[in-house]
């Protein structure tokens, strides 16, 4: 499992029939941007001055850190072997 910090805040959760599971609407307040996502890769989620922020994720692959592109690498090799 990948965790990743994030700053996130939730502006809202609904049940997406398409792929039958619930999503989250989140806006990043430093790049100003919206992204929908599964609500299972949130990890932490914090109840901050009438908000819930959402400091961390899991296995979400949104921030291309280090530790995400050896993991990746890691489970290409695996399944190329």
């Not at 809202?12 to 996502?37: R, S």
Request: aromatic share 8%; net charge negative; hydrophobic share 35%.
């Amino acid at each position: 499992m990948i965790k990743q910090k994030c700053h996130f805040i939730i502006e809202h959760m609904y049940e997406d029939h398409d792929f039958n599971e619930q999503v989250a609407v989140l806006f990043n307040p430093i790049g100003l941007y919206t992204i929908t996502i599964p609500s299972r890769h949130l990890q932490t989620v914090k109840h901050i001055d009438d908000q819930l922020i959402v400091t961390e994720l899991t296995n979400a692959y949104l921030i291309p850190s280090q530790t995400v592109k050896e993991k990746k690498d890691e489970w290409r090799k695996r399944n190329d072997s």
